[in-house]
């Protein structure tokens, strides 16, 4: 078996080099539930901090954070769960949706949980191709924020690990 994209692709026996059988037929199915909500799950401990434990308030995350890397995102929160999110994609990225992308984002803190769900952006058919391939929600654990950093574990994806967005001053 394997992954891609959040995809668990099950290949026929013969084409890995085993005996084919009838019971062995491809498939194309989403994995089993296995993010933090998962039953029998047991939680680790950066899920286990919830927003009390942190004592996370909406306004420690206003203003501006910034992403660097190969794709760079500089997000701005605004008060009343508005943020804009501009993203400046590397090479393989641009060929699909474009050098760079503006999003309007409506976001909200919940129990340590920031939630941010698109609402529009530029190029507008950029924006739309790009909801279309990963959805127009995402979800993500905060693990740390202060005045310098902010920490984020994305709920959706298991495999996907800590991101560090650092505070613009």
Do not use: C
Not at 55 to 67: S, Y
Not at 91 to 96: D, M, T
Not at 152 to 159: E, R, V, W
């Amino acid at each position: 078996m394997a992954t891609w994209g959040g995809w668990s692709l099950t290949f026929p026996e013969w084409a890995v080099g085993r005996k084919h059988s009838p019971q062995t037929q491809s498939s194309l199915s989403k994995p089993a539930a296995s993010g933090p909500e998962a039953p029998g799950r047991e939680k680790t401990p950066v899920e286990q901090k919830t927003a009390t434990a942190l004592n996370i308030q909406p306004d420690q995350l206003l203003g501006r954070w910034v992403r660097n890397g190969s794709i760079q995102r500089d997000i701005v929160f605004l008060p009343e769960g508005k943020a804009t999110l501009t993203v400046r994609l590397d090479y393989f990225s641009a060929l699909l949706y474009g050098r760079e992308m503006q999003m309007d984002l409506v976001w909200k803190l919940e129990n340590g949980i920031l939630t941010n769900t698109v609402i529009g952006g530029t190029p507008q058919a950029n924006v739309a191709r790009l909801i279309k391939d990963f959805g127009d929600t995402l979800s993500y654990r905060i693990v740390k924020v202060d005045q310098t950093e902010l920490v984020l574990k994305d709920i959706g994806n298991a495999d996907e690990g800590l991101t560090r967005w650092v505070a613009v001053k």
